[in-house]
């Protein structure tokens, strides 16, 4: 009976700290923001007394400033309803409120006053008299207000050493249990170590499995897909591009010396079903690659797999030869020319034509020569 009813115990204690703390913390938020709230009404009423005694002088100075008015209304506005967008709650306090009431009532009566006055520049005792009046009034509200957010504090004040005196009970409780988990944590702290020795042995296994990458001759690397922050770079990639330290590097900076993503990164078009193969001329090292990617999960990141396959050398034979094979057959076109056309300028003018679009010149020439004389006899432009 004693065992069921300590694990009973054990069972809700973590229970009950939670709710315990939730409320505390719900409680606690809920009396700071209406202290807030209260100190900004505060604020605000303080504001508008302010306000108005400047906006009076300046009018009595013959300065208009109908923006002021604006903000003045709108901060009434949100004393007497709330105003979310500037954070004004409503006080809920009767006088409060009824005084607000009546200070709405008079700023309407000065906001006449004050248009009567920039049209005639009469009536200047009579507009001074309302800002006085109202300058009262809203001192009034101010220390209503105060009264009103110190028993608020009072009254939060009462209520915090009611919920330490609830969490001191709480915590009695959490001794209980941790006392009674403390097998249990020992039976957590074998199996750590034992995930920890499991993890070791992963790590082990990670490192001999790099050691062919290490030992490749091919540049091979890894970069996550989401941020490009290179993950791995073999050794023959590190040695090619002069890597020494991969913490922060991009792959885009360190193999392509870009300063943002490249243009023709081949992420979105990669899986991890399928092998992804393209070329590319890389203008750090000035050289040109078959590139093979594939998408791989990498210690729980998701990432890019490369490996480069040098074919700089292949490229330059294969150019060459279509260089040779294109310089051929315009020799053949050349001959063929010459051959069937029997007009001989034309046909002439018909090789120049070839030579000079295969040289990329502006122009082209046939001259004849005779004893010290030298004519033009065809010509390409």
Known sequence: MKKILSNHLVGIIPLLLCIAIITIGFLSMDSNAKLQGNARIINYTGIIRGATQR??????????????????????????????????TRLDQMEYQEL????????????????????????????????????????????????YTEEIVQQSRTFLIIVICAFLVVVMMVTI????????????????????????????????????????????????IHTYDLLFVNDAGKKLFDIKELTGLKCYKALQGFDKPCDFCPNAKLSKD????????????HGHYLLKNRLIDWEGREARMEIAFDITESLQKKKELEKRIKRDNILIDCIRELYQNHHTVDAMNHVLKLIGEVFEAERAYVFYMENDEMSNIAEWC
């Open 274 to 285: 399928e092998t992804y193969t393209w070329e590319h001329s890389n203008p750090v090292i």
């Open 100 to 147: 607000l009431a009546e200070m709405e009532k008079e700023w309407a009566d000065i906001k006449k006053e004050i248009l009567q006055y920039r049209s005639s520049g009469n009536n200047k005792n009579r507009l001074y008299a309302l800002s006085e009046h109202y300058f009262a009034m809203a001192d009034e509200a101010v220390d209503i207000a105060e009264v």
């Open 177 to 224: 249990f941790t006392y009674q988990q403390e097998k249990r944590r020992r039976r957590l702290l074998e199996a750590e170590a034992e995930n920890r020795r499991k993890s070791e042995q992963l790590a082990r296994q990670s490192q001999q499995m790099l050691m062919p990458i290490n030992e490749m001759t091919e540049l091979m690397y890894i970069s996550d």
């Open 55 to 88: 906006l009076i002088k300046q009018e009595l100075n013959h300065e208009p400033n109908d923006a002021l008015i604006d903000e003045l209304d709108r901060t009434l506005h949100g004393l007497l309803s709330g105003d979310e967008e500037a954070h004004i």
